[in-house]
């Protein structure tokens, strides 16, 4: 039964029984996810299209034989409920829990999408911008990577495995260890690491697997065809390739992947490389070692300019393929991993393993390349929002270099969580080893003073939520003026408000954060290379105030960042075996994996890659088949997507629909965060695009809120006047039970909500349905 009906839906042929649809209202769900028995209100619903990741549902009364049940819905002139149910995307089965993983990724993923709205004269600029961000994400993967060595490579195989009392405590190390195994074959040095090089080529691996995977799930989704000839819309969404970015994926995980794999070839082969070179070293080998860097450092620039060149075009489905170059170059990577394999495990009598594999160099020039690209990114978005002023954007048009900048603090945070566990573990007393980079414990000791900033940071804004909780409390007595006034109630009303005003304060936020971060991440790097100690010995001799905030700093630091770590091992673990932590979780996914993986690779896939090819062809073929008037209710992170399917729809198409948007954070947040793609002008060109637009938002809303659009040429503005919340301050005749502050959740309950929607409709007139076309004989 539901196959057939699913099959019926497929077609166009949406009318049950020969019922005629008037009017149709798609539900879209926001944050979190819920069911389609919530959503339509209704014990019984039924699947009508879709599969178990996104899918249609209906309740089953509008699904029946009307012979067997009259549809309240039909007799009573009201729109069909249809829900579209997508939160499987983004928190389907246990291998979301893998996506921890990728949480650096996806924030420098987003920080390419928070670029300033430009004129069409910046076009070189923007590239640059979206160039920066692309090296920023670089430098995550080889970082990631890079950490997988340090702890493998250095704290294993080269500093535990060639130290007898370290070896001794660890016995599945004894036929590494040179004193273990008596001189055995793998004790050599070159052969230690080019067997512990299999743990980061197996993460490099699983990085490429997951991308790939999700590739062919989600960015492989065909959009909407649209003929040349109609027009675009007013915004970079209503590209016609813009939700198809297979090919750009697929070119940056190429490079991503070669990346990686080059970071594991420069680990095992520049240690021998750096050996032989010694005097009295073998000729021979010495001359391959010069060969293997620049192998290495050719391979290194091809990645950086695949990385650089954006290549492709929204404005077609791109659906061609990138040169061989770009196909070959991870195999190619691979073999020079092979060849520098083969070259590490060559015999050299008296090499020893003593010390740290490497000094502070490769993590210390990293650290410094990430920090000089955030600064030119920064210059860069200066100067696109100086080009267009926008008031509203956040930091003033910074937002996305200050998100890519806590990208990589949140990546350097769990490389030396990391490496200091895995250090404790090896070497709990920290004598028989050296331990990890000096760089990485100095990182880690900047994280108790960066949380006391945090929590001064978060009283000011308390004291402040305070006061403007006690400025509210005359304008919620103002907003109920023929009740009972109750202190009680108006406090707790006026508490909401203030705090629902606190999201506005994230900028701020975030501001301070990354200016302090960038101060601190400054100094650590300053300190580790002037010094070579960690801060506590670094102190030792100075004032007595410094040398114990030092040493308390280096102290809690380990503790918070091996914390740190447990919890995040705790969380992933968690999320992989129980479905309800795996869509807490899915939160973040929801708002962090909106936007197209542009920047990096290796981040949780879009999902509105899947999501809004889906609403676009529900909305053309069902307009299509019955010429009915169609509104799409989107909520929360659901109205986003309505949105972003609207500006998809051809403009025939547009002119059958109508947008409702409830708890939107469509400019709170978006328009804010996101000024190029959903600021002024573009949310202005979605209501030129679509006029039938309403927008409901409470003051008690934390998420959603006005979306700032006026109306013009007799339409309506956008906004509607703020939704009362509770609907009675206390007692009534109407309300008899004291109502709930309900703030960002029970849109549908008000009134208002209906009459919106009704509003709506009439505004739409019904067409005849296209003729379909004759049946071949």
Known sequence: MERAQERAFADGATRPAGRPEEALELLVHGVGGTTPEEMLDDPRTVRVAGDDTAALFRRAADTADPGAAADPTATEGRPVPEAYVWCNLTSGNGTRALWLLLLPFMVVNLAHWMRPSVRDRRTRTVRLYGALVRLVGLTLTVLLVAAACEVALDLAAWQCAGTRACA?????????????????????????????????????????YLSRRTWNAYESQPPLARTAEEETGGSALAQPGFWYGRRLVARLRAAHTAAGLLTVAAGVGLAAARHDREPGGPAALAALGRLLEAALLTGAVLVVWVVCRRGGTDRRVDRDRDGRLVRWLPPGSLALLLLTFLYAGWERPGWRSHGPLHDDAPFGGLVLLQGLLVVVLAVVARLLHRDLPDARAAMRGLGGPAVALLACALGGVMAGGVAQRVADWLDGTGTSIDGPPVLLTWQASVIPPLLLVLFALCGWLARRTLRRSRAQRAEVDGDYPDETRDPERTHAIARSRAMAALTDSGPLLIAVITAVTLLLGTGALVGAFATGEAPGPAARGTHPFVEGAAETAQVLGSWLIGLGFILFVTWGRRAYQDASARRTIGILWDVGTFWPRAAHPFAPPCYAERAVPDLTWRIDTWTRSTGGRLVISGHSQGSVLAAAAAWQLPPRVRGRVALLTYGSPLERLYGRWFPAHFGPDALAALHRDVDCWRNLYRLTDPIGGPVRVSGGDGTPAVDSPPLKDPLAHGRTDRHPLPMPVLGHSGYQADPAFAEEREMLLARLRPELPAPRPESAP
Do not use: K
């Not at 590494?176 to 067997?195: E, K, M, V, Y």
């Open 168 to 208: 001794e405590n660890h016995s599945w190390l004894g036929f590494l260890s040179p004193a273990g195994s008596g001189g055995g074959w793998w004790s050599a040095p070159g052969r230690r690491l080019a067997l512990a090089s299999l743990v980061p080529l197996a993460l490099t691996g699983l990085l490429w």
